[in-house]
């Protein structure tokens, strides 16, 4: 069994992972830039190192330097969480390398489906319906109207390493896809250090639905059920939540199990999520695979019971599942909104509520100052009740008393949008 976790990620996922680990008996180790040396993380984690300057570059994404933590403090494995190097095949690599435990998948299985037109053609190999969009990777706009054309407009342009809604644009004529191309193109080149992209058929007025999958390293794979995280805003998600109640039992069960497929295609291990976009038809279409935990798996965690982030250890120190797909119930109905910051600056006042049925996964207080230089994530409200109409009740009553001043948030935007669910 692991011993000691090094946390190569800041903010409430770095807390939220301390608290797991703080409850199954296991060390923490953070690691913290020179702008979170008063983050929270490093004053609840057993030990905490500095890695290097604010800039992410030379500090959370500073491989060598997390390696050389992770030695230094004798930690046997590592938890990337989200984001950062959560994804990083060639850092998953450098572990496996230098016999430090990975909590994920193998390097091989984050390379391939992290690259887009890769996974696609895995996804079509194992029979996986695909949206139809190229097999090849577009460098030249020319070659990029050609295959545009066969895949039919509207088109959506993305880049091959693309994530969080970065180097995608879309083209609804053939005249409208040179600037948006070129658009892509160069964001993807500013973002991903890649000009690499590939052309799907754009999916207009899609339900982004997600299936949460658990696999251990003897071949055995569960979905803990789905999420609905179509209310979006320039491709980032807003609000999620489980179960997803346009989807009838027969259409959850089909989806399910293609989930499944697809995780054991690429012979997938640990935590990871298949995100589908659904017609309104019912037709649904393999999108990605997500192969880290996801910033909205505490929704999951309330409608299963299970504890995502003590699953993924377990299941990186070697464990097998102890239930099958049949063991997976879903529970009520769970619904989170992320809080965002919109600028940094000091916290003069916070205030988060409580109760049955609501949870905060946060990492700010009184006088923590937001710095500019990363996500602008401040906490996760999720909120449980027996029905959706329970917890859109309860979600709009928490919302109403979260008190954060000194900065700007979305959290009157958040308000608005559970009004109108």
């Not at 194992?126 to 109207?145: F, N, Q, T, W, Y």
């Not at 320039?234 to 199990?257: A, D, F």
Request: proline letters at 3%; charged letters at 25%.
């Amino acid at each position: 069994m692991i011993k000691k976790v090094l946390i190569a990620n800041r903010g409430e996922i770095a807390v939220r992972i301390i608290r797991t680990c703080r409850e199954m008996g296991i060390e923490t180790v953070a690691v913290y830039s020179e702008a979170d040396r008063e983050a929270l993380h490093t004053q609840l984690a057993d030990e905490a190192i500095c890695i290097g300057p604010a800039p992410s570059r030379e500090s959370y994404l500073n491989m060598e330097r997390i390696i050389s933590a992770t030695i230094t403090s004798g930690a046997d494995a590592i938890h990337t969480g989200f984001g950062f190097l959560s994804e990083n095949s060639k850092f998953a690599e450098l572990c496996e390398k230098c016999h430090i435990i990975f909590i994920g998948p193998k390097s091989e299985v984050i390379r391939k489906m992290g690259n887009k037109s890769q996974a696609r053609n895995t996804m079509i190999e194992a029979g996986i319906p695909v949206i139809p969009g190229s097999s090849e990777i577009i460098l030249d706009m020319e070659r990029g109207k050609e295959v545009a054309v066969k895949v039919g407009y509207p088109v959506i342009i993305k880049a091959v390493l693309g994530g969080g809604g970065k180097g995608m644009r879309v083209a609804y004529t053939e005249e409208e896809f040179s600037k948006s191309f070129q658009m892509a193109q160069e964001e993807a080149k500013a973002s991903f250090g890649d000009n690499s992209m590939y052309i799907e058929h754009f999916v207009e007025n899609p339900r982004h639905v997600e299936f949460q999958i658990l696999a251990d390293k003897y071949g055995n794979v569960v979905h803990l059920g789905e999420r609905d995280c179509s209310i979006q805003e320039n491709h980032q998600k807003l609000i999620e939540e489980s179960p997803c109640t346009i989807l009838s039992e027969e259409l959850r069960r089909k989806m399910g199990e293609v989930a499944v497929k697809a995780a054991k295609a690429v012979q997938y291990e640990n935590v990871g999520t298949i995100e589908f976009l659904l017609e309104n038809n019912n037709q649904f279409y393999f999108m990605e695979m997500n192969t880290r935990i996801q910033v909205e798996h505490p929704v999951t965690e309330w409608v299963t019971g299970l504890d995502l982030i003590k699953e993924q250890i377990r299941i990186a120190s070697g464990l097998p599942l102890p239930y099958d797909q049949s063991d997976i119930q879903i529970n009520g109905h769970a619904i989170e909104c992320r809080i965002n910051a919109k600028s940094s600056g000091k916290i003069t006042d916070v205030h988060f509520p409580g109760g049955e049925g609501v949870r905060i996964d946060t990492a700010v207080y009184h006088g923590y100052t937001v710095p500019p230089y990363y996500d602008s994530m401040l906490a996760k409200l999720i909120v449980h009740g027996k029905t959706r109409e329970d917890a859109i009740a309860k979600m709009r009553s928490a919302l109403g008393e979260v008190i954060i001043e000194g900065i700007g948030t979305n959290i009157d935007y958040q308000y608005d949008i559970i009004e109108k669910m």
